[in-house]
């Protein structure tokens, strides 16, 4: 062999080995974990788009956080709300006042909703046995929801439109499992480690979410500069 092709075989041998335990390096779960910071505040989501519950603890499911309130189970995203005639489902970003529903579990184990200047809505949860409703959640993908009745689609359409009638409230189908990879197929090249059962319940993608507070404070001084600007405060 000669020397040029000696030095060639060897090049291309050590970036195939380099590229190999680069690879398991970046893909592979690390088995050891160094604490770098410390869990500061837990939020859990009841409704989507809705108003956040603070607790000082949750149980980690499959599916997402969990808490027992009056030992009935409350799960993150665990209610939706979806256009009655569209079947589409509805988020902060098309109607904000979402945001200000407050989801909880009274005494008797039924679920309660509050919002400003409104009567509480107190409704059954509804019979896992019903037939579910195909509704349509991110990337037009299919999915199952339980129809909570006409009382919280009045209360809703009340509150959110006010109209008598238009949108309606829909709970966990514990049948229905979400396929990721129908709504997300690049995220399955990117990441290696991502499975089918990342999926939370009607989340956008995974069942959990980790943010950094700097990046939280980063957003709040973006949103107090652009409120200078819109109001015209802010210097020019």
Request: charged share 20%.
């Amino acid at each position: 062999m000669s020397l040029a092709l000696a030095m060639v075989v060897t090049i291309v041998a050590l970036i195939a080995g380099a590229s190999y335990y680069y690879h398991k390096w970046t893909t592979n779960i690390p088995k050891k974990w160094t604490s770098v910071s410390n869990v500061k505040q837990l939020f859990l989501y009841p409704l989507k788009s809705g108003r956040r519950r603070e607790v000082q603890s949750m149980y980690c499911t499959n599916v997402g956080p969990m808490i027992l309130e009056n030992n009935v189970p409350l799960r993150d995203r665990y209610f939706i709300v979806y256009g009655e005639d569209s079947k589409e489902f509805k988020t902060a970003r098309t109607y904000p006042k979402l945001i200000l529903i407050h989801t909880s579990i009274d005494d008797n184990g039924d679920a309660v909703f509050t919002a400003p200047e409104q009567e509480p809505l107190v409704i059954k949860f509804p019979n896992p046995e019903d037939e579910p409703v195909i509704i349509t959640v991110q990337r037009k993908a299919p999915a199952e929801t339980l129809d909570c009745g006409d009382e919280a689609a009045a209360w809703l359409s009340r509150y959110i439109l006010d109209e008598p009638l238009g949108i309606r409230l829909g709970h966990y189908s514990s049948t229905f499992k979400r396929n990721l990879n129908l709504q997300y197929p690049k995220y399955f090249s990117n990441y290696e480690n991502m499975r089918l059962e990342s999926a939370g319940i009607y989340t956008d993608l995974t069942s959990y979410h980790l943010i950094n507070e700097a990046s939280v404070d980063a957003w709040m001084v973006k949103i107090w500069m652009h409120s200078l600007k819109k109001t015209g405060t802010g210097s020019k």
